[in-house]
T-cell receptor, first 111, second 112 residues
């Protein structure tokens, strides 16, 4: 399996704080994507970063990618209670026709 | 509204009774995929389809079948369900392989 791994497995913060989640992977990638899942619901795509990009922003989200370390981070700034969810990274691996998901980070944002 | 729909959303069945979970997308996407999600194991791909009549196995295909006769539909078939197939199932589609995926709402299956 080429599965990525998120770190930490769980994260608990207060509203207004920043949340940082990390993802490590094993093989060369074409792109890396982050998804959010509210409890028991379908995943929602957040952001895609290509292998030749180092940083990308979308609203309060900032994603970085370090292909030399085979790692990515997702930063959520000024978190809100509504950000409470599980966050998954997924890699589009070179030479494979599938998107490989990690096991996710559970984020709890307390009011 | 662009969406992926799955039916049924909840299903309780008995071992050995054949069932089909339907998946349909209205975005003219070429790529479709089925995943199962289990606690501690994350999301694992069962089967995927690059286009009509083109399907291939994912990481955990045993006990499942799929077909892609039309672009919009990608049903998941369990010929003889067993309790270890109790899981939360997601269908997803994307414009092409490697692009952002759109997920259905999920089907919670219990096999007793």
């Amino acid at each position: 399996s080429q599965q990525g791994e998120e770190d930490p497995q769980a994260l608990s913060i207060q509203e207004g704080e920043n949340a940082t989640m990390n993802c490590s992977y094993k093989t060369s990638i074409n792109n890396l994507q982050w998804y959010r899942q509210n409890s028991g619901r379908g995943l929602v795509h957040l952001i895609l970063i290509r292998s030749n990009e180092r940083e990308k922003h979308s609203g309060r989200l900032r994603v970085t990618l370090d292909t030399s370390k085979k790692s990515s981070s997702l930063l959520i700034t000024a978190s809100r209670a509504a950000d409470t969810a599980s966050y998954f990274c997924a890699t589009d691996n070179s030479g494979y026709s599938t998107l490989t998901f990690g096991k996710g980070t559970m984020l709890l944002v307390s009011p | 509204e662009a969406q992926v729909t799955q039916n049924p959303r909840y299903l309780i069945t008995v071992t050995g009774k054949k069932l089909t979970v339907t998946c349909s997308q209205n975005m003219n996407h070429e790529y479709m995929s089925w995943y199962r999600q289990d606690p501690g194991l994350g999301l694992r791909q069962i089967y995927y389809s690059m286009n009509v009549e083109v399907t291939d196995k994912g990481d955990v295909p045993e006990g499942y079948k799929v077909s892609r006769k039309e672009k919009r539909n990608f049903p998941l078939i369990l010929e003889s369900p067993s309790p270890n197939q109790t899981s939360l199932y997601f269908c997803a589609s994307s414009l092409s392989q490697g692009r952002e995926q759109y997920f259905g709402p999920g089907t919670r299956l219990t096999v007793t």
